[in-house]
């Protein structure tokens, strides 16, 4: 074929509707579409953004040739779109081309607001249907009928994609772990195809620029590598529900329940809620297992890990990860090696604990707000030293403040920067209890609502699965006086 020579294995020589041959060409950095050595070439794209190449089969009469579909993601306007486009080989070179796609999809594997339904057939489908990807939809009709579906059914897929804000994740999981196979159950990855206010999950999978990407999401679902996920234990007498993000109480409890009727503002209506949100007004306990209350050493410790995983290549593919025993339910009493601040003048705390929690006796607490990830909307990296996968809970407990200090740490917001605030009091826990020392008013759990009553968190290493395009989530970086992630 005159014009093109295939020169190493990473090429192929198709030819164009017209018959004019065209060089697929695929490295571990992009995958190109050449009509000529020296034309623009038809399609360039990073080659984790190729989605598949189809062959279709010879037909019962013979043809001299046939069509070839490739299907991917192309950058148009700073956003990912399909491209998909056929292309032709001879019916004796269909071997030759399906082998070279099939060899070529492995290398591209290795490299580098109420409208979810609209979003999801308009987007969401038409590029995972391009992968060749089997998929069953199911849409939830009310509250808990995640939980309901997940319970269900039956484990004959390889992913669960929930097209949802945070809380439809938050009930899958709850759903998984109370079934009589959950071991099972729970090895089947669960990831997120954001279309919700905050998609937190997304932020902190796919990187703070690529958190709203619906396509990359759809990348993730179909080439994404697996990787452990550690979820919290929460135990209300004889309740119990399962966490994977976050548990907030005071300020940022209104912000995710009291700005429901919000909804149409995107993820602004969180910074309105921020504004507009008051403090714990209560007399509180929170005991702590604490593991360490330095921040220092927990930035030492994070960098070491960015170092670590930075020094790492994942060649093997997807993390094997075990199933793990889920523990019976408990509600724990604190000891002496805990430690306990109380919010106030009703109860006043003793001098071990003022000093250990570094506190200030009679502070008010303005919220506390624990999780295990760094980011909880665009806004706001409230946890900028959480390591996913550590087994461990970061806990901020933001004592009292004036409302113009706290107008001006919302611009710090996405560089986690309110964390050097001698205010914010951040610790690293393997369990803790939360207590309202007088009538409580809500919690939010994943952006769930439930009573705010005597509560048990436990951490559950490993205990659920999800996928990134890496195969780890991405660090974060302690610039000064901040952080950035880096994905």
Same mark, same amino acid.
């Given at each position: 074929m005159p014009g093109f020579v295939a020169k190493s294995d990473n090429e192929f020589v198709l030819e164009s509707a017209q018959g004019q041959p065209v060089l697929l060409r695929c490295s571990s950095e992009a995958f190109e579409i050449l009509k000529s050595p020296?034309?623009? +070439?038809?399609?360039?794209?990073?080659?984790?953004?190729?989605?598949? %190449?189809?062959?279709?089969r010879p037909s019962s009469t013979p043809n001299a040739r046939l069509p070839v579909t490739i299907a991917a993601l192309v950058q148009r306007s700073g956003e990912l779109k399909l491209w998909k486009k056929d292309f032709w080989v001879s019916t004796t070179r269909r071997g030759l081309i399906t082998e070279w796609a099939e060899r070529i999809l492995d290398l591209s594997f290795q490299g580098g607001k109420g409208n979810a339904r609209a979003l999801v057939q308009s987007i969401a489908l038409p590029i995972l249907e391009s992968a060749g990807l089997s998929i069953e939809v199911y849409e939830t009709q009310h509250a808990k009928h995640g939980e309901m579906l997940a319970q269900d059914l039956l484990l004959d897929f390889d992913v669960i994609a929930a097209a949802s804000g945070d809380g439809l994740i938050h009930e899958i999981i709850n759903g998984l772990a109370v079934r009589s196979d959950a071991k099972q159950a729970l090895r089947i990855p669960v990831v997120q195809i954001p279309t919700g206010s905050a998609n937190g999950f997304c932020l902190n999978a796919l990187g703070l620029e690529n958190g709203f990407s619906i396509p990359l999401a759809c990348l993730n679902v179909i080439k994404g590598k697996r990787l452990p996920l550690d979820v919290c234990s929460n135990t209300q007498g004889s309740k119990r529900w399962f966490s994977y993000m976050s548990l907030a109480a005071g300020l940022m409890m209104e912000v995710d329940l009291k700005t429901e009727h919000l909804r149409w503002m995107g993820d602004a209506r969180f910074i309105y809620g921020f504004i507009r949100g008051g403090k714990l007004d209560e007399t509180n306990g929170l005991h702590l297992k604490v593991v360490n209350g330095d921040k220092a050493l927990m930035i030492k410790q994070s960098t070491a890990h960015r170092e670590r995983q930075r020094s790492q290549t994942n060649t093997t593919g997807d993390s094997q990860t075990e199933a793990v025993?889920?523990?019976? +339910?408990?509600?724990? @009493? +604190?000891?002496? @090696?805990?430690?306990?601040?109380?919010?106030g003048e009703t109860k006043r705390m003793t001098l071990r604990d003022l000093e250990k929690a570094n506190w200030k006796q009679g502070d008010g607490i303005w919220y506390i707000y624990t999780g295990m990830q760094p980011f909880v909307s665009r @806004?706001?990296?409230?946890?900028?030293?959480?390591?996913?996968?550590?087994?461990? %809970? @970061?806990?901020?407990?933001?004592?009292?403040?004036s409302r113009t200090q706290a107008l001006s740490s919302i611009d710090g917001g996405p560089e986690g920067k309110p964390f050097h605030l001698d205010s914010m009091h951040y610790y690293k826990v393997s369990a803790y209890i939360l207590e309202p020392l007088e009538k409580g008013d809500l919690l939010s759990l994943d952006g769930e609502a439930i009573p705010f #009553?005597?509560?048990?968190? #436990?951490?559950?290493?490993?205990?659920?699965?999800?996928?990134?395009?890496?195969?780890?989530?991405?660090a974060v970086e302690h610039i000064e006086k901040g952080f950035k992630m880096v994905a």
């Amino acid at each position: 074929m005159p014009g093109f020579v295939a020169k190493s294995d990473n090429e192929f020589v198709l030819e164009s509707a017209q018959g004019q041959p065209v060089l697929l060409r695929c490295s571990s950095e992009a995958f190109e579409i050449l009509k000529s050595p020296n034309a623009l +070439p038809i399609l360039s794209t990073a080659s984790t953004n190729l989605l598949r %190449i189809s062959v279709a089969r010879p037909s019962s009469t013979p043809n001299a040739r046939l069509p070839v579909t490739i299907a991917a993601l192309v950058q148009r306007s700073g956003e990912l779109k399909l491209w998909k486009k056929d292309f032709w080989v001879s019916t004796t070179r269909r071997g030759l081309i399906t082998e070279w796609a099939e060899r070529i999809l492995d290398l591209s594997f290795q490299g580098g607001k109420g409208n979810a339904r609209a979003l999801v057939q308009s987007i969401a489908l038409p590029i995972l249907e391009s992968a060749g990807l089997s998929i069953e939809v199911y849409e939830t009709q009310h509250a808990k009928h995640g939980e309901m579906l997940a319970q269900d059914l039956l484990l004959d897929f390889d992913v669960i994609a929930a097209a949802s804000g945070d809380g439809l994740i938050h009930e899958i999981i709850n759903g998984l772990a109370v079934r009589s196979d959950a071991k099972q159950a729970l090895r089947i990855p669960v990831v997120q195809i954001p279309t919700g206010s905050a998609n937190g999950f997304c932020l902190n999978a796919l990187g703070l620029e690529n958190g709203f990407s619906i396509p990359l999401a759809c990348l993730n679902v179909i080439k994404g590598k697996r990787l452990p996920l550690d979820v919290c234990s929460n135990t209300q007498g004889s309740k119990r529900w399962f966490s994977y993000m976050s548990l907030a109480a005071g300020l940022m409890m209104e912000v995710d329940l009291k700005t429901e009727h919000l909804r149409w503002m995107g993820d602004a209506r969180f910074i309105y809620g921020f504004i507009r949100g008051g403090k714990l007004d209560e007399t509180n306990g929170l005991h702590l297992k604490v593991v360490n209350g330095d921040k220092a050493l927990m930035i030492k410790q994070s960098t070491a890990h960015r170092e670590r995983q930075r020094s790492q290549t994942n060649t093997t593919g997807d993390s094997q990860t075990e199933a793990v025993v889920i523990p019976p +339910p408990r509600n724990l @009493d +604190p000891n002496d @090696d805990w430690v306990t601040i109380t919010s106030g003048e009703t109860k006043r705390m003793t001098l071990r604990d003022l000093e250990k929690a570094n506190w200030k006796q009679g502070d008010g607490i303005w919220y506390i707000y624990t999780g295990m990830q760094p980011f909880v909307s665009r @806004d706001l990296m409230q946890f900028p030293v959480a390591i996913p996968g550590e087994g461990l %809970i @970061d806990v901020v407990v933001q004592s009292t403040i004036s409302r113009t200090q706290a107008l001006s740490s919302i611009d710090g917001g996405p560089e986690g920067k309110p964390f050097h605030l001698d205010s914010m009091h951040y610790y690293k826990v393997s369990a803790y209890i939360l207590e309202p020392l007088e009538k409580g008013d809500l919690l939010s759990l994943d952006g769930e609502a439930i009573p705010f #009553e005597r509560i048990t968190v #436990e951490m559950i290493p490993k205990m659920a699965t999800t996928m990134t395009l890496t195969g780890c989530w991405p660090a974060v970086e302690h610039i000064e006086k901040g952080f950035k992630m880096v994905a």
